[in-house]
Each structure stands twice: as structure tokens, then as C-alpha cells.
């Protein structure tokens, strides 16, 4: 998660990280998703990134421990992924993902037209495609966006909070602590 980590704030894109380093891009797509890199790989990448090969090295093997002054000086690029910087990262996915999908819908979508020109101009059965490939387009726009949310947040934090109750309730009955009314 450190590679990646490091990639963004340089806002690197896996293959141009994998141009500076001199690596494939399948091996760094397998280091980010955390399989173990060769002493090689990581020497690169700690060039690229400016970082001792210690700190690479522990982030692949937590059996290693860094000494102290490589330990301070390395501390502020190597904190852990926050919660926050997790969500936004799948936030982007998601994004990315509706984009890619909107992208291909455009190419898509104008090409079938033009075949059912060419093969049946009598009957325009590309409307259903439009049609079906409309509908999920939106779909996934209003799960991406949130333009409305009927299980959102609040709906997850009351439902939380309600099940949290019952377990209390049910917990204290246990403990002795309530007694329910025969």
C-alpha cells in the first residue's frame, strides 16, 4: 500500500512510475496489491521514490525493523493510508469506473446505430440497447454521485444505532441487570 501510497502523492500513474523505475507494469500492479517484490524491485523503487530500501523493505516484510533515524527521517512519507485517503482512493475508482463505462457507451452506442442503419433501417432495434445501457449508465451515475440517498449514511448510522440498543438491551437482560415484565 506504500508504493501506491507514494505513486499518488506524486500523481503518478502506475505506468509512469513504471517508466522512471524501469519495471514492468504487471510488477508494480502485484506490489501494489501487496505480493512480495524482489530485492531488485524494491532497490528501484526506493531510487525513484528517494526512500531508504529499509523502509520499503519493512512496508513487504513486517518481520523488519527499521533503526530509529531511518525511522524519523522516512516518517512523514511513510504514514499509513488514512480512512479518509481509503475513501477518497474508492471514490476515484468508482468515478473512474463510471467514466470509463460513459466513455464506451459513446463510442458504443453510435456504431450500433449506424449497423442498424446498414442492416435493418425498417425496424430500430438499436433504441433497446440505448435503452438498457441508458438506464444502467444512470443507475450506476446515482450510485457514483448520491444525488439522493435512501441508504445513506443517516439510514446506516439509525440502523447501527437501533441493532446497537437491541444488543444492549439484550446484553443487560443476560448480564441480570433488566428483567422483562411477565
Known amino acids: 500500500m506504500i508504493i501506491r501510497k507514494l505513486r499518488l502523492q506524486r500523481a503518478w500513474s502506475q505506468e509512469q512510475l513504471a517508466q522512471h523505475s524501469g519495471l514492468n507494469v504487471r ?11 524482489s530485492l531488485e524491485s524494491l532497490k528501484s523503487l526506493a531510487a525513484v521514490f528517494e526512500v531508504p530500501l529499509e523502509a520499503l523493505q519493512q512496508e513487504m516484510d513486517m518481520n523488519m525493523t527499521m533503526d ?41 452506442l453510435p456504431l450500433l446505430y449506424l449497423l442498424n442503419l446498414m442492416i435493418s433501417p425498417g425496424y430500430m ?5 440505448v435503452l438498457g445501457w441508458g438506464g444502467g449508465a444512470v443507475l450506476h451515475a446515482i450510485s457514483v454521485f448520491e444525488p439522493f440517498s435512501l441508504f445513506g449514511a443517516t439510514w446506516e ?3 447501527i444505532e437501533k441493532r446497537l440498543k437491541r444488543r444492549l438491551w439484550l446484553f443487560r437482560f443476560l448480564a441480570g441487570a433488566a428483567k422483562p415484565g411477565l
Open 157 to 159: 448510522k439509525r440502523q
Open 125 to 129: 432495434w438499436v433504441w433497446w440497447v
Open 27 to 37: 510488477t508494480i500492479q502485484r506490489i501494489e496489491r501487496g505480493q512480495k517484490a
Open 68 to 108: 530509529k533515524q531511518t525511522k524519523d527521517a522516512t516518517e512523514e512519507r511513510l504514514q499509513p493510508v488514512s480512512h479518509d485517503e481509503r475513501a477518497a482512493i474508492e471514490y476515484v475508482k468508482e468515478l473512474k469506473g463510471f467514466y470509463s463505462n460513459l466513455t464506451t457507451m459513446a463510442i458504443v
